[in-house]
């Protein structure tokens, strides 16, 4: 089963979903920060709504229930997009008018404001304060991860744990939730409910590796920016850290990093992470993670929702971009 | 009663807030964004949970059950402070090396996103998902507030309708719900719970429109920044509307304004209208706030927190700075 296969059966739903997602931004602001409408035009795969269709699958689906999950997470998702920008923004209009450039940042990160509140109030319709809870419990823990992500920002010293609880944090946990709250909101078992979050966890765990593999060993078409935009922006990732503490070339890593001269051969080191055995290591790492999300459904009977689940696993590990 | 003897009668309980918002912003993150311990460490009136406390006095005073909107009320009036000072720091830093420059801003932006993000979080403790729905809608009004403001810089055309919206929604309902909030929790009357709700929208848009009037004819010392630093930054008030559409100066302020030359002649703007007839007419309209605020208590029984809330309405209007 492919993504497509697995989006053509949720189709009507997930163009309701995201015809309610335009409903929950308010057109007069969005005309104000165009590129919040825009990242909503633009569109994007929408997991974590259909996380949570899947999970509402398991369970009693109500889709108007469902709604108040489906969108607030994706929204969330394209808040911190927004608040991401901001500094980009800064940066891009670096000797432009100045009034300009201070209005769209302020502008920018009072949207994503906007877009944060307006997601945890629509889950507040909902009269079940333990999806209050976790969602906002996950909120926290996303914006920790982002401050942990400059924390560590050209830290060399991070061991693989501090990388994994930074992606679990930065990715996992959204995913993790997704699938949760759909069947917390239909009223699945507390089994149900707990396997979609283990599998939503492992899955985005699989995800952000595969992400921080693609940024050496994809394309810059592919990727719409530059190979190897983490290291060359600080954010040292699982490839990069195996060059530096395990494989042959961590020598050459180490004298960079004791002369502090890792800036002056960013090029030398993202070809030298592209060879290495860190990619191959850091794919198997990824496919563990779709292991362990795949056997934790395991226990579940056959059923289209299995599949579909078992199909976006299968998808996550392979895609190229 | 002073607003002295008030705090007094509350002081314990007012302190233990104190520790509560201590614990519940992450040091390890605080380090990271030293102005929000900075900001903590301030102090600052903490009008919000003293507003929520009085409003629990007027039903089963809980100050374990209280907490849980007292401290997030406050959380999120100093998230909104953090982000007001992302934009103010890239100012500031104008010229100094820009890794510094975006590490500040993207840390500051993230920290008050997480001091939000806990906000909500402590709240959703509680398991009354009316009390998170008040919250959440608040906060999206906060948020339109913020970029109201911004869509109104410079324009020249609002008329009192808008500034009166846009200081409802930037400062006003905070102050609203918390006094409501604080009733809810301590489960007062429907009756009860909507006099608070009046009370604190009516002080609050009292306090604004005093904060208004004092940008214009405290000190600067008083201020601790430029006088008439609204408008300086295009934020035009109260009184400045006055000017320019009522008092016998508004063809001075029309001329200016058809000629695009405010900017050039602030000083001369800002010294019109700390003399003019608009700073009596907007002390008037907050006097009116502060009497319906204090008309709406006068159904409730004499006790001391009645005289607490009427002495603080008391002190909203006359103070200095």
Known sequence: MNLVDIYLQLKGDVQYIEKELEKAIDS???????????????????????????????????????KYVAVPLELIHMATLVHDDVIDDSDKRRGA?????KWDNRVAMYTGDYIFARALSMASELPNPQIHQILSRAMVDLCIGEIEQIRDLNNWEQGLRVYLRRIKRKTALLFAISGQLGAVAAGATPDIVRRMYLYGYNVGMAFQITDDILDF????KQLGKPVGSDLRQG???LPALYSAKVGP????????IRQGSIDAHLDEAISL?????????????AARYIERACSVLQPLPQSKT?????GIADFICGRKF
């Open 97 to 101: 008018d100045t009034v300009r450039a």
């Open 217 to 220: 060993t994809a394309t810059e």
């Open 306 to 310: 299995k599949k579909s689940l078992l």
């Open 235 to 237: 954010n040292i990732t």
């Open 28 to 66: 007069r602001l969005a005309d104000l920060y165009q590129s919040s409408t825009h990242l909503l035009k633009a569109g994007g795969k929408r997991m974590r709504p259909v996380f949570v269709l899947l999970g509402g699958k398991l369970g009693n689906y109500d889709l108007e229930k469902l």
């Open 273 to 285: 992470i592209r060879k290495s055995e860190g990619i191959a290591y850091a794919n198997r790492l």
């Open 249 to 256: 070339e961590k020598e050459t890593f180490q004298a960079w």
